[in-house]
């Protein structure tokens, strides 16, 4: 699908003055690198090109169960980030052992595909083991959290693009004035318990960019709203504190329909780049669940929003990363998380089921080689 077919079903970029314009030497060496000189580029490489990362979240049981899916991700992704390896209930089989393998081998894969690792997450009220909720307490969550980073960031320190070191810790429905989620860590520890992270994480890795991982701040509605004023009000305080926080994390799990490039949203995302943090898009996917049966409409429909969603984002120069989380419909997290009513299989990601790129592919493709970049 062409950039003008992509205009034509509605997603005009209003506003956004794209042009193109990309350093010479990088599109020379991508292309070289893909094979021969003026090859399609792969996406990692459109973007290199832009000074972008371009990457996606997958697991190491479907990178061994599926050779052609473990060469697409070598060949399109720049970086990779472990979809649960490098998450406590991986990691933590008992309360007095870590369980590296799985990480250690996801390592490997990055970097003997010269792609970047990045690490998710160290501190969530989910993926927790079993054995959690009966040893963790009020009295020893501090010791528990901060040995847990310290000893994991600790393993990977040097070798790590970045680290989540937070995720998903404002839920405004907890009705907290300060828009914090009730979790067993702010429950236990108390709100401190974020920079307490942040801090431990930065003492093990001084060379991560370490980042606040956050969903739902991308649509144009009221909760949309609520949550990106506290979630800008923690950075805010955090930067006060001189907390080494450095980048926000947005996830941008999408719906075909989602309007994200939306007033409020523009004003938030220059608001978190004056602060002076980077911005990632780490999850990124788009659901297709409320869009027609139809392959073809359903995969333009979610090409457009890949397209305009990409081109939105790319506009501020403080976002340097791109990361889907998945990139072949066939393992998407959406088909158990979140299935269409009618049962059809979900198209979410830039590869089908069989591998084949989709016409999300060339929108992500396009969004990247049109990036201006300052
Ligand atoms: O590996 C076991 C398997 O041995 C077992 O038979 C099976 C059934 O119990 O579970 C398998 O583990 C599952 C794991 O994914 C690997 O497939 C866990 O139950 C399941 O809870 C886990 O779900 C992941 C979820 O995070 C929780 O860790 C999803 O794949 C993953 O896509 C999702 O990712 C989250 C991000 O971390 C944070 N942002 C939202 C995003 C989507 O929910």
Same mark, same amino acid.
């Given at each position: 699908?062409?950039?003008?077919?992509? !205009?034509?079903?509605? &997603?005009? +970029?209003?506003?956004? $003055?794209?042009?193109? #314009?990309?350093? /010479?030497?990088?599109?020379? %060496?991508?292309?070289?690198?893909?094979?021969?000189?003026?090859?399609?580029?792969?996406?990692?490489?459109?973007?290199?090109?832009?000074?972008?990362?371009?990457?996606?979240?997958?697991?190491?049981?479907?990178?061994?169960?599926?050779?052609?899916?473990?060469?697409?991700?070598?060949?399109?992704?720049?970086? !990779?980030?472990?979809? &649960?390896? +490098?998450?406590?209930? $991986?990691?933590?089989? #008992?309360?007095? /052992?870590?369980?590296?393998? %799985?990480?250690?081998?996801?390592?490997?894969?990055?970097?003997?595909?010269?792609?970047?690792?990045?690490?998710?997450?160290?501190?969530?009220?989910?993926?927790?083991?079993?054995?959690?909720?009966?040893?963790?307490?009020?009295?020893?969550?501090?010791?528990?959290?901060?040995?847990?980073?310290?000893?994991?960031?600790?393993?990977?320190?040097?070798?790590?693009?970045?680290?989540?070191?937070?995720?998903?810790?404002?839920?405004?429905?907890?009705?907290?004035?300060?828009?914090?989620?009730?979790?067993?860590?702010?429950?236990?520890?108390?709100?401190?318990?974020?920079?307490?992270?942040?801090?431990?994480?930065?003492?093990?890795?001084?060379?991560?960019?370490?980042?606040?991982?956050?969903?739902?701040?991308?649509?144009?509605?009221?909760?949309?709203?609520?949550?990106?004023?506290?979630?800008?009000?923690?950075?805010?305080?955090?930067?006060?504190?001189?907390?080494?926080?450095?980048?926000?994390?947005?996830?941008?799990?999408?719906?075909?329909?989602?309007?994200?490039?939306?007033?409020?949203?523009?004003?938030?995302?220059?608001?978190?780049?004056?602060?002076?943090?980077?911005?990632?898009?780490?999850?990124?996917?788009?659901?297709?669940?409320?869009?027609?049966?139809?392959?073809?409409?359903?995969?333009?429909?979610?090409?457009?929003?890949?397209?305009?969603?990409?081109?939105?984002?790319?506009?501020?120069?403080?976002?340097?990363?791109?990361?889907?989380?998945?990139?072949?419909?066939?393992?998407?997290?959406?088909?158990?998380?979140?299935?269409?009513?009618?049962?059809?299989?979900?198209?979410?990601?830039?590869?089908?089921?069989?591998?084949?790129?989709?016409?999300?592919?060339?929108?992500?493709?396009?969004?990247?080689?049109?990036?201006?970049?300052?």
């Amino acid at each position: 699908m062409t950039r003008r077919e992509m !205009l034509a079903i509605g &997603v005009g +970029l209003t506003g956004l $003055a794209v042009s193109r #314009s990309w350093r /010479r030497s990088m599109v020379v %060496a991508a292309a070289t690198r893909t094979g021969a000189p003026g090859a399609g580029l792969s996406l990692r490489d459109a973007a290199f090109a832009n000074g972008i990362t371009f990457g996606s979240a997958v697991p190491k049981e479907q990178l061994l169960a599926n050779p052609s899916f473990a060469t697409i991700v070598g060949q399109q992704c720049g970086i !990779l980030t472990p979809e &649960v390896e +490098l998450k406590w209930k $991986a990691l933590r089989p #008992s309360p007095d /052992r870590y369980d590296f393998a %799985a990480g250690e081998w996801l390592l490997n894969f990055a970097h003997s595909h010269e792609m970047m690792f990045r690490g998710h997450t160290l501190v969530w009220e989910q993926a927790l083991p079993n054995w959690f909720g009966s040893v963790v307490t009020a009295q020893n969550a501090n010791k528990m959290m901060t040995d847990h980073i310290f000893t994991v960031a600790r393993r990977y320190a040097g070798k790590m693009h970045s680290w989540d070191v937070v995720n998903e810790a404002v839920q405004i429905e907890d009705g907290r004035p300060d828009g914090l989620k009730n979790t067993p860590w702010l429950r236990m520890i108390g709100p401190g318990y974020i920079e307490t992270a942040f801090h431990a994480a930065h003492e093990a890795d001084p060379h991560a960019t370490l980042v606040y991982n956050e969903n739902w701040i991308e649509p144009d509605d009221a909760a949309a709203d609520k949550k990106r004023k506290a979630v800008l009000a923690l950075l805010t305080g955090l930067k006060r504190n001189n907390v080494p926080v450095h980048a926000l994390g947005i996830q941008s799990h999408l719906f075909a329909e989602t309007n994200a490039c939306n007033a409020s949203y523009q004003r938030f995302l220059q608001q978190v780049s004056d602060l002076g943090l980077s911005i990632m898009i780490t999850e990124l996917d788009i659901r297709d669940k409320n869009a027609p049966a139809g392959i073809a409409t359903r995969d333009r429909l979610i090409a457009g929003q890949y397209y305009k969603y990409l081109s939105f984002m790319l506009l501020f120069p403080a976002v340097k990363t791109i990361i889907t989380w998945g990139l072949s419909d066939r393992y998407t997290w959406i088909t158990t998380h979140d299935p269409r009513p009618d049962g059809i299989a979900v198209r979410p990601l830039p590869y089908d089921a069989e591998m084949n790129q989709k016409p999300a592919w060339q929108a992500i493709q396009n969004a990247l080689q049109e990036a201006r970049r300052r």
